[in-house]
């Protein structure tokens, strides 16, 4: 019986895994086409305005989203309804939103960042949204419908940006009319969708759990504001020192590298309703097994990217343009500097899974005080190469704090 039950788990386990992975891997190849178009069809600059936009409209938004898809795929005890879950997420979008509104208007006005900022935060609204019926339908054992719903709203998205861009050189229409796809999917699907799926009790709102939620998962968002900060703030330096032309190579460059990332993240995610389980159930042997398991794919993910970019570096720069082969080089430090990243980010899923989310915060404030340092540190004095270098001190700190935090629990237990 034990050895059929470890069967099933393990089935489950791949399946969970493919289906995840394989809207990952769709979602990074749509969303990868975006900055290297822009820096194809609107030149560098406008794809440094653009990467800037992100790169103040996606750590506010992680923020607001509190990592709420986690809770609800690991909250086999259901300690909150799925309305409540829906909520608290429209409530964190909608503050976070008219936030980035009156300071980007404010601090910047007339700047073309801002309101490609604000479509960003727009994006990630709908896909926040929509995550909270896939982490619900994952919770059921179902990752194939969210999954499905991911690969439509990227590759939607993805088509009509690129149509939009190629007619106009205009990314901010473009990045405008590519919410249709998002929209409709949202609300002519995955909303009809969960509500037939839920039980009826699932959709009676108690507001004093809404905020009870919003203040345990506060945490988490700290925590994923602070790991997107630390993701962003070689941008935000690189912006400053070396021009915006050379930060929309910085970031169209880091595109490709974010495949892997994607792939680790979709991994996870399948993992962490394993983890989740063999924390509640104290089982550490199939706790350090997931997890080791985990790393080890990481680290590989990581690795073929790193490998990728050294035999075929010429190639994938002639991707974005002429323009692109004086970064010669770059790619390679930017794929060998993620790897840290990648078994940082599987540890920190084994954090939240033991429910060691406080520690986290500082750990990443940490992590986003040696990115900071780093970046001022290396950027004047390196350029572009020093972005990469500031990113893998970061993912070097992050990575030893958390597999230090995991071992002192475990020497608790």
């Avoid at 970046?375 to 572009?384: K, N, T």
């Amino acid at each position: 019986m034990l050895s059929m039950a470890a069967a099933t788990g393990r089935s489950r386990h791949v399946r969970h895994t493919g289906w995840l992975a394989a809207a990952n891997a769709i979602t990074a190849g749509a969303q990868w086409v975006w900055l290297p178009a822009t820096a194809r069809l609107a030149g560098p600059t406008i794809t440094g305005e653009m990467a800037l936009g992100q790169a103040v409209a996606v750590p506010l938004m992680m923020f607001a989203g509190l990592q709420l898809r986690a809770l609800v795929s690991t909250d086999p005890a259901r300690s909150f309804r799925l309305a409540e879950y829906m909520n608290a997420r429209r409530i964190t979008f909608l503050a976070a939103i008219l936030l980035l509104m009156a300071a980007g208007w404010a601090a910047a006005p007339g700047s073309l960042w801002v309101p490609m900022a604000l479509l960003f935060a727009v994006h990630k609204a709908f896909e926040g949204l929509a995550e909270i019926h896939h982490g619900g339908w994952l919770r059921a054992g179902d990752a194939a419908s969210g999954a499905f719903c991911a690969m439509g709203r990227s590759l939607g998205s993805a088509a009509v940006f690129l149509a939009v861009l190629a007619g106009t050189a205009n990314p901010a229409a473009a990045m405008s009319w590519s919410l249709l796809p998002s929209v409709a999917l949202l609300v002519l699907v995955e909303n009809p969708k969960g509500a037939r799926r839920r039980p009826p009790q699932e959709n009676a709102v108690r507001w004093a759990k809404v905020l009870e939620l919003l203040h345990q998962a506060s945490p988490l968002g700290l925590a994923v504001l602070l790991v997107s900060l630390t993701a962003y703030i070689p941008r935000y330096v690189a912006g400053e020192w070396v021009g915006m032309a050379n930060l929309g190579a910085l970031a169209a460059l880091g595109t490709l590298v974010m495949a892997a990332s994607l792939g680790v993240n979709a991994l996870g995610q399948a993992l962490a309703v394993d983890l989740a389980r063999a924390a509640a159930d104290r089982d550490e042997a199939a706790f350090q097994n997931h997890l080791l398991r985990g790393l080890a794919l990481a680290v590989a993910a990581g690795l073929a990217v790193f490998l990728t970019a050294v035999l075929a570096e010429d190639w994938l720069l002639s991707l974005f343009g002429s323009g692109f082969g004086q970064h010669k080089g770059l790619l390679v430090w930017l794929a060998a500097a993620a790897i840290p990243l990648h078994g940082a980010s599987m540890l920190g899923y084994a954090l939240t899974a033991r429910r060691i989310l406080q520690p986290q915060v500082w750990l990443l404030a940490a992590t986003a005080l040696a990115a900071l340092l780093a970046s001022f540190a290396l950027i004047p004095a390196a350029g572009l190469p020093g972005a990469a270098a500031a990113q893998a001190a970061a993912g070097i700190t992050q990575l030893a704090g958390a597999a230090w935090l995991l071992r002192r629990n475990r020497e608790t237990l």
